[in-house]
């Protein structure tokens, strides 16, 4: 009988938790693609400057999906890695860019042989309303994952 009191306890205990805990792994899930982000960037970053051809970070606010692509002979192409792969959004996160190059495409982020990258900034905010920035402070600096 201990016993049986004992796993009814446990089980209200969990039922009354297991909402809460939910909540944290979706936001969770939200920095996770941030953090991800921030890797494709770097990659990008150090690709463009040792192949020497443009990089490009593609962002798809409609579709909540973002992936790589390497200039090839004129044309962008998804690298042959799993970097080239199209990254969706967590379900019920958004994704935008502002991109603040002047004449460049506001759908993606190029990084030049150079080490210089475009300055922009991407956010992403999730479903509980958590909001993360990757961005730049300047054409050389790196990227970096900030959260208000």
């Known amino acids: 009988m201990e016993l049986v009191l004992v796993l ?9 938790a297991a909402p809460r805990l939910r909540g944290f792994f979706q936001s969770r899930q939200t920095s996770d693609a941030a953090i991800s982000m921030l890797a494709m960037t770097k990659w990008a970053h150090t690709q463009a ?9 593609n962002i798809d606010p409609a579709q909540g999906r973002y992936w790589l692509t390497m200039q090839q002979a004129g044309q962008f192409v998804a690298p042959k890695n799993e970097m080239g792969l199209h990254m969706s959004m967590p379900e019920g996160a958004t ?4 991109n603040d190059a002047p004449g460049t495409d506001s759908t993606c982020v ?19 309303g958590e909001t993360y920035r990757v961005s730049t402070p300047s054409a050389t600096e790196p990227y970096q994952v900030t959260a208000p």
């Open 8 to 16: 009814v306890v446990i089980s209200v205990v969990l039922a009354l």
């Open 49 to 57: 400057i040792s192949s020497g051809c443009v990089c490009r970070l």
């Open 95 to 98: 994704v935008d860019l502002r």
């Open 110 to 128: 190029q990084f030049y042989p150079s080490g210089r990258s475009d300055v922009a900034t991407i956010t992403l905010r999730g479903r509980q």
